[in-house]
């Protein structure tokens, strides 16, 4: 039996599972460019956490032969504080200027009133509680977080709102061996491109050219990127996300030649292959800035 194969029969881990053609695929998908070591890791991880990297809740990330770096979302992390039986709850909010708020660390407990005027973003706090575990609580200061993505730039409050779960998270159920974008800093995603590599004016006028050329629109150009990532508008794709699907409408035939067919059939035939691409190539998810 390989070593990769006594991976996959580890006991006690979680209820995933892989077998050897789920392996074989990984290593052309999923954890592409990966040593057997590495990959191990990358499977004692998915299995350890009940993260599914098929699904994209866990994905491998290497470049330029530096180490890799295994990655989960926020959505990760609560799925694996969810799973727990000690699990009580989860809760957060944005402060804004103008409200009232503070935090008494010694009691692990937090006064936070919405003003009635309330002005810029100052930060968020997070509380996370555990059966027989003393509260974890923090505070994240906006202005040290922000990326000043594009992602950032749409839905600040949401962001900053997840760096402060996936600080309290990952305290409480004494996460190790995965991190999430969130918790890299500015230096780190430079290094890490790919996590925030966002598309510009010119690759979205290339794909909408593309789609009108092919005598498709701009709505069914949506439910198809919907349907393959989630994301509703073509400027939170990134660059990998956004060659997949240029290749997927290269793909497809012209509109015309497909008249007799429904729109839910085009978004069908477009989601169809565009996930069929994204199961080719290297998964670097900044989706995983899904929403709250």
Known sequence: MSQLEQVVEMKNQSSLQFTQDQIELMKKTVAKGATNDELQMFIYLAERYNLDPFQKEIWFIKYDGKSPTIMTSRDGYLKIAQESDDFIGLI???????????????????????????????????????????????????????????????????????????????????INGLVTKEE???????????????????????????????????????????????????????INQYKQVMHGY????????IHKENSKEIVEEVGTQLNQKS????????QEASLV
Request: proline residues 3%.
């Open 250 to 257: 290269e793909s497809l035939p012209d509109a015309e030649d």
């Open 92 to 174: 957060s909010f944005v402060v804004k200027e103008g409200d009232t708020f503070s935090i008494d660390a010694a009691n692990y407990t937090v006064n936070h009133q919405f003003g009635t005027k309330r002005g810029p973003i100052v930060g968020a706090w997070a509380k996370c509680e555990r059966r027989n575990r003393t509260p974890v609580v923090c505070f994240v200061d906006f202005s040290e977080y922000n990326q000043n993505s594009p992602m950032w730039r749409k839905y600040p409050s949401a962001m900053i709102q997840k760096v402060a779960e996936v600080f309290v998270l990952k305290r409480q159920f004494g």
């Open 184 to 238: 890299l800093d500015t230096g780190e995603l430079e290094n890490m491109q790919a996590v925030e590599l966002m598309v510009n004016k010119k690759h979205i006028d290339s794909l909408l050219n593309l789609v009108a050329k092919k005598g498709h629109t701009k709505k069914q150009l949506r439910a198809g990127i919907y349907k393959a990532y989630g994301v509703s508008e073509v400027d939170e794709l990134t």
């Open 279 to 286: 199961d080719q190539e290297e998964l670097m998810k900044s």
